[in-house]
Structure formats: structure tokens, C-alpha cells
């Protein structure tokens, strides 16, 4: 590239930073960085008089020439280079500090070029600066700078541009480690005792930081971190108790506080979970052991909700999940050899666990805690059970019983949703924190069961009745019930396990059933017939072998249908329908006589409608034929007579159009389930009546022509006509036999003006279940090369274009 025009430069510079304009000059400038010329236009960058922009692009196109192109110095300007990046940091010592930093980072990357020529860079670096050699510049300006400079080593050395291999590379920067731990750790001791004013905060928590740096890209021997995380401890103290102990202070940490806390536990989680820390059980287990001596006085002070000081306890807690996570090896040691010292340890640590599992208040609201700890309680259970040995599996799981025991009782608190007098405190974003809190309680209650078996059933069914009798003493009291919350968290809780359950069991589950069957939901919040719903789908498989609990169980469903909740009792109906159809034969004409005026009343969703239109199908394929053809003429007719006006009035609106998807899809979920061919044990084999479907198909495929023939350029309409009868030939297989020639037409006749994937779906359904029949075998090689013709059509027409 051409010698750069300084003061071109220094205009794009400013339009880059000072306009919209960035993307026009961007791709120039990034250009100008890259070329050979930048090593001596970024120094006059960086002259004084220059604007602030301008002296930041100077440091940073420095900066990135040191990373990248290092080759391009000779060595005989080694000594230069590093004088003037001296000298220009000494000059912008006093600021600005937006250039000053990537002055440092500059200052960086070169020492990491030279630790082989330079071996003492770091050493006299931190002498320089440490020592107050710079006149003119404050012991708080060196430090800062001195600090910055040491933090960026690690980093550059992860991303520099270099001919030595990374890992040589890391091992001299790795080194020198040792060297930046005492130097910090000793400025830390020594402004430990004196008075905090913001400038030590500023420089604390740099510091602090510097560590977090090396720790986090180099780490440190976990034997020898041992002073460090002692100093590191107490800065977090010292951050923490100043405000509670102050009795005319509101007990809130202050920013500066907060930040230097955070800052010294998050080191502290990068000490304890560095890679090799497993091989030092010994240091793991004292540095621990440090972490609980100190900071349990903090977690209790604030086990409270809306507690003032959330964010530090939330990184205590973050650090106690990690420690004990990455040392699961601990509680081989505890139970399993017997050493006392280790059991102490964790117990106190679990123990430490749980409270942060059980904070006390709503999440996300009133607490943030409690979310930490999921996947904790996940691998707890896991490191068990893959134990190897039986006998050590079973002992730890006797020992691990409680804890999830305990877990679960916690788990009914805390799954509580908010009443009607703190609903208000939460955003639609809480509320969605919220649910996917519930979800994950949900999936470690299984965890839970895991561990517990039955057990878990008497924790939940105690809870169950305390929550009854809290809500029969309240509704006896008063109209409207707002004690709730705890009966409807029991039974999600309830709901969460039923995947597990086993079929046969008959002491508890009888009694859940009651209980949902004699709740009064007109006097509570419709949330809770919501879950009740949701948990009377789960339980099917149950119903299956229990169906004497059938008749409750479809009533509350009933009752579903005329509520707020009736989303949640379309999708009960459609899971009990579908694993216990043959058990509900008692109850098929009066759900057929409830989802009737359920669709008729207009007050269900669409969507709704549609999935009701399953349990209808499966309830209707247990009548007679007479009683089949009846209800198909009021539940069905309706949608073929809306359909049939559409079409005959031509009309291509888009509300005409979400009514013809509407009315074929709720077809489409009938075809899916009404099938009188049934596999009941208790009835002779006969002959079977015509398939219902079949009739239907038979006197309404004109129609879906029709409907191929309006609606060929809506590909929504076309996909929900192909669905219905996909599940028409799914439902009915060789039985669709005699209407597969009006399939055939029904499809070309769709190849011939838009050939569309839901098409060519349903020709490939009717294809692979016919090609063996001798007797259409001809017809399916026609609608094959019918297929594959329109397709060469639509090839060569994509690739003339």
C-alpha cells in the first residue's frame, strides 16, 4: 500500500467514530492497519494535540501491528520499540485511559514476543513500575498501569501472531506465574489494613482481576493458591460486613463493595476448578474447608427473600456448587473409606447446598439462588448409581436418601407459583424465568424419584393432605380461596413424576385422584384446574391398568372444557383417548356429547377445536355403525358443508382461507383417529363393518379437488387438504383401496399446476403401501411417472432461470 495521507487518515478516523458513516470507511482504515506503513503513522497518531479518536486508533492499530505482524521488526529495533512504547505510556500516564489501556496491551504483546531475548521483562517491569520510578505520575497511576500490563500477558499469549509453538510459549509465561501471584498478593496485604478510599477499591478489584486473568488462561498449583485464596476471603468479608454492622447503613453493600466481592469469588471458582485440581485431593479439600470457615456467616445473614446483598450470595453459592461438582470424588472419600474429616466437609458443603436450593421467596423476584444448584442434584444421583461396585452403590444411596427427601419437600415451596398479592411483582419476563424454573424442578424431581422410589409418593401425598386441609379450612371461611398456591404446586409435583410411576401402584395414587375430583375449583385460581388437567393426562398409562379411576378423571376433563383451562383439557382427552381408548367404552357417548357443545359453543381456540376432534375420533370408532353415521353427521357435516360453501362461492379471502385450513385440519385429526378396526381383547373377532373414514371419503372427494383447484397457489391449504388424506390412507392402509384412483387424479391434478412438497408426500404414501397390490400395481407406475415428470419439468424450468 502507498505511503498513508496523514491528514485523509486522521479525517476517516473521525467519520468513523463520529458518524454513521462507519461501514464506508472501515474496510479503508482495516487497510491502512495492515500495511507496512501503520508501524510509523500509528507514533504520529499518538502525538499530543492530536483528538482523542485519533490517538485510540493509533494505540490500536499498534496494538494490532504487535500481534499480527511482529515479523515485519527488525531485531535491531527491538531496544527502540520498547523505549518508545515506555515513553508513550509514561506520556498518557494522566490519561486518556481509553489509550493508556491499549497502550499496556501493546506493551503486553511485545513482552510476550520477547520473554526468549528479554527473560527479565516481567521482574523489571513490575520493578519499574512497583517501585515508583516514573516521576511526575502517581504510586496509583504506576500500579494501574503496572497491573494492566500484567493482565494483558495472558491473554496476548493465547492470541498472538508467533513462530514458537503456543505450548513452549505458555510454558515461559507459565513460569513466571509465580512471580505475579506474590506480587499482587502482597499489594493486597499491604492495603488490606489501611482505609479504603475508591481509588484502593479501583485498584483492589484491578488487582484482583489480574489474578482472575492469570488464573483463568495459565492457573496456578492448587497446593500453593493457599495465601491467595486466604487474602482473596477475606476482601470478601471485609467487602460484606462493614454495611451489616453499620446501624445507620440500610444493610446494601455499595457498588464498589459488590464489585470487588464478585470479583475475588469468581477467582476463587477459577482456583478451585482448574483442570488438574482433581489431583490434588489434599489442597482441594483445605481450600474448601477455607471457603465454608468464611463465607457460611455470609450465606445465613442473607438466607432471606429480597435480601439487599443477592449478588454476592449468588457467587457464593455458585462457588460452593463448583467446588463440590468438580470434587465429586469427596464422597467416595466420606462414606465409602470412612475419614471422618472428608464427611464433616460434606455435609457441611450439601448442607450449604440445600439452603441455597431452599432460599426462602419466589424466584426469579424475590431470590436467584436456588436455579444454581439443578445440576448438582443431577450428578449427585449419577455418580451413585454408576458405581460400579454394589455394595458401595448401595451405601452411598442409603446416605444420599435423606438429602432428596429433603430436596423434595423443598421442591413443593418452592414450585409455588405466585398468588393474586405478589402476581403483580413480576414482568412477562420473570414469569417465563419462572416457568422454565418450574421445569427444571420438574426434571430433577425424577431425579429425585430415582433415589426415593416410593418414599416419594408418601412425601407428596402428606403434602397433599396438609395443602387440603389448608384449603377446606380457608373455603369453609371465605368465598374465594387464595391459599391454593401449595395444592397446586403438590400436584405439579405429582404431575413431574408420572413418567416413573409404576402401573401397579394402588396406595397412593387412588388417593390423588380423590382429591382432583373433590377439589373446588369455582372458588380458586383457574391455575390450579390447569395443572389438575395436566396431571390427569400424565397418568394414562395408569388409567390403562387402573380404569376404575376412569370416571373422576374424565368428569374433571369435562369440567375442563367449560374453562379457562380448556387447552389443558384438550390435551387430557387426547392423552387418555389415545392410551386408554378401550377403557373409556362406558364414557364414549357422553365425552362424544361433551366435545359436541364444547366445538359448538364457540368458545374454544381453533386449536383446541382441532385436537378435540381426536378424542372424538376415538370415542365415535367404539359405537355402532348407526350411532357412527349419526354423530358423523353432526360433527362432520358441519365442516364439509363450510368447506363445500366456500368453494362453491369461489371466494379467495384470507379469512375464507383460515377457515378452509381450520375445518381440514380438524378432518385431517378425525381421519387420524377414527378407525373401528379395534384391538379389544373382550370382543369376539366379526366382520367388520365399512370403514367410517371410507364412507366419508367416498361422498367428499370432489371437494378436495375442488379446494386443489381454488386454492393451488395457497401452499398452507394444500398441505392441510394432503394431511387429511395422508391420515386418511395412514388410518385406513389397504383399506383405502377402493378410493386410491380418485387419489390419483387428486394428485396429478395438483402436479399439474403447482407441484408442492405436501403433494409429493402423500404420493409417496399411497406409492410404497400399494406398489406390491397386483391388481393397482399400473396405477402407482402411472402416479410414479407422473411424479418424477412434473418433477423433470420443474428442473428444467429452475434451471432455465
Known amino acids: 500500500m502507498e505511503q ?15 458518524s454513521n458513516q462507519q461501514a464506508q470507511v472501515h474496510e479503508w482504515l482495516t487497510k491502512v492497519q495492515n500495511s507496512s506503513s501503520a508501524w510509523s503513522f500509528s507514533w504520529q497518531l499518538l502525538q499530543p494535540g492530536k483528538s482523542q479518536e485519533v490517538q485510540f486508533f493509533g494505540a490500536v492499530t499498534l496494538h494490532s501491528k504487535l500481534l499480527k505482524y511482529w515479523s515485519e521488526v527488525p531485531k535491531e529495533n527491538y531496544e527502540e520499540l520498547k523505549q518508545k512504547l515506555l515513553e508513550t505510556i509514561v506520556t498518557f500516564a494522566n490519561g486518556p485511559k481509553i489509550v493508556l489501556n491499549r497502550l499496556c496491551i501493546a506493551l503486553s504483546a511485545y513482552i510476550v514476543h520477547m520473554l526468549s531475548e528479554w527473560p527479565t521483562a516481567i521482574e523489571d517491569i513490575i520493578s519499574t513500575f512497583q517501585q515508583q520510578q516514573i516521576p511526575n505520575v502517581s504510586a496509583e497511576i504506576q500500579l494501574w498501569i503496572m497491573i494492566e500490563i500484567l493482565q494483558g500477558i495472558p491473554e496476548e499469549t493465547n492470541i498472538i501472531f508467533t513462530s514458537v509453538k503456543r505450548a513452549t510459549l505458555r510454558a515461559e509465561v507459565t513460569k513466571r506465574s509465580p512471580l505475579i501471584m506474590k506480587t499482587t498478593e502482597e499489594y493486597m496485604n499491604l492495603q488490606f489494613n489501611k482505609p479504603w478510599t475508591p481509588e484502593v477499591f479501583t485498584n483492589m478489584t484491578r488487582t484482583v482481576k489480574c489474578i482472575e486473568i492469570w488464573m483463568r488462561h495459565i492457573g496456578y498449583p492448587l497446593e500453593h493458591c493457599y495465601s491467595i485464596a486466604d487474602i482473596l476471603l477475606k476482601i470478601t468479608n471485609k467487602c460484606y460486613w462493614p454495611c451489616m454492622q453499620n446501624p445507620d447503613s440500610d444493610c446494601c453493600m455499595s457498588a464498589e463493595e459488590n464489585e470487588l466481592a464478585e470479583t475475588s ?105 436456588s436455579n444454581l444448584a439443578m445440576d448438582f442434584w443431577y450428578l449427585l444421583q449419577d455418580e451413585v448409581f454408576s458405581m460400579q461396585n454394589t455394595e458401595e452403590k448401595l451405601k452411598c444411596w442409603e446416605y444420599i436418601k435423606p438429602l432428596y427427601a429433603h430436596l423434595t419437600r423443598i421442591f413443593i415451596r418452592k414450585a409455588q407459583q405466585p398468588d393474586e398479592l405478589t402476581v403483580d411483582k413480576f414482568t412477562s419476563d420473570d414469569l417465563e424465568s ?53 395444592l397446586e404446586a403438590v400436584i405439579y409435583c405429582f404431575h413431574a413424576i408420572a413418567e416413573h410411576i409404576d402401573n401397579s401402584e394402588k396406595v397412593y395414587l387412588p388417593k390423588l385422584i380423590q382429591v382432583l375430583a373433590e377439589i373446588p375449583y369455582d372458588k380458586m385460581d383457574s391455575k390450579i384446574l390447569g395443572t389438575a388437567l395436566e396431571a390427569v393426562g400424565a397418568y394414562c398409562m395408569w388409567f390403562k391398568e387402573n380404569p376404575t379411576y376412569l370416571g373422576p378423571a374424565i368428569e374433571l376433563l369435562v369440567k375442563g372444557l367449560g374453562s379457562p383451562m380448556s387447552t389443558q383439557a384438550t390435551l387430557g382427552f387426547k392423552e387418555i383417548s389415545r392410551d386408554c381408548q378401550i377403557q373409556m367404552k362406558p364414557f364414549a357417548q357422553p365425552i362424544l356429547n361433551a366435545c359436541q357443545s364444547a366445538i359448538g359453543s364457540g368458545s374454544l381456540k381453533n386449536s383446541d377445536c382441532i385436537r378435540l376432534m381426536f378424542t372424538v375420533g376415538k370415542m365415535m370408532s367404539l359405537l355402532n355403525a348407526e350411532e357412527i353415521t349419526s354423530y358423523l353427521d353432526v360433527v362432520v357435516g358441519p365442516c364439509f358443508e363450510e368447506l363445500q ?157
Open 434 to 486: 419462572f416457568r422454565c424454573y418450574r421445569q427444571d424442578i420438574s426434571d430433577t424431581l425424577m431425579y429425585c424419584y430415582d433415589v426415593l422410589h416410593g418414599d416419594i409418593l408418601m412425601i407428596l401425598i402428606g403434602a397433599l393432605q396438609e395443602a387440603v386441609v389448608e384449603v377446606q379450612n380457608e373455603c369453609q371461611k371465605k368465598p374465594k380461596c387464595t391459599s391454593w398456591t401449595q
Open 4 to 18: 498513508v495521507d496523514l491528514t485523509r487518515l486522521e479525517q476517516a478516523i473521525e467519520i468513523f467514530y463520529r
Open 645 to 801: 360453501t366456500i368453494c362453491q362461492s369461489g371466494n379467495r379471502t384470507p379469512s375464507a382461507r383460515i377457515r378452509t385450513v381450520y375445518r381440514l385440519n380438524m378432518i385431517s385429526t378425525l381421519f387420524s383417529s377414527l378407525n373401528i378396526d379395534l384391538e379389544d381383547d373382550d370382543c369376539p373377532e366379526i366382520q367388520q363393518p365399512v370403514q367410517p373414514v371410507l364412507i366419508v371419503m367416498q361422498k367428499t372427494m370432489p371437494i378436495f379437488r375442488q379446494i386443489a383447484e381454488i386454492w393451488f397457489t395457497e401452499v398452507e391449504v394444500l398441505e392441510a387438504s394432503c394431511s387429511s388424506l395422508k391420515h386418511a390412507i395412514v388410518n385406513l392402509q389397504l383399506d383405502f383401496k377402493p378410493m386410491l384412483l380418485d387419489l390419483a387424479y387428486f394428485i396429478v391434478a395438483i402436479f399439474q399446476v403447482r407441484c408442492c412438497p405436501p403433494s409429493l408426500d402423500l404420493a409417496k404414501t399411497a406409492i410404497i403401501l400399494f406398489y406390491k397390490d397386483a391388481s393397482v400395481n399400473s396405477m402407482m407406475q402411472q402416479l410414479l411417472v407422473e411424479f418424477a415428470t412434473h418433477s423433470f419439468k420443474l428442473f428444467d424450468v429452475s434451471l432455465f432461470y
Open 265 to 369: 469469588l469468581k477467582t476463587l471458582f477459577l482456583i478451585i476448578i482448574q483442570p488438574d485440581a482433581i489431583n490434588f485431593p489434599k489442597a482441594a479439600f483445605v481450600l474448601i474447608k477455607m471457603f465454608l470457615d468464611s463465607l457460611c456467616d455470609i450465606t445465613k445473614s442473607e438466607w432471606k427473600e429480597e435480601n439487599n446483598n443477592e449478588d454476592i450470595v449468588v457467587n457464593i453459592y455458585t462457588l460452593f456448587v463448583s467446588s463440590i461438582e468438580r470434587h465429586a470424588h469427596f464422597l467416595q472419600k466420606a462414606i465409602l473409606y470412612n475419614e471422618p474429616e472428608y464427611l464433616d466437609l460434606y455435609n457441611r458443603l450439601v448442607n450449604q447446598i440445600l439452603m441455597c436450593s431452599d432460599k426462602p421467596g419466589i424466584y426469579p423476584v424475590e431470590e436467584s439462588c
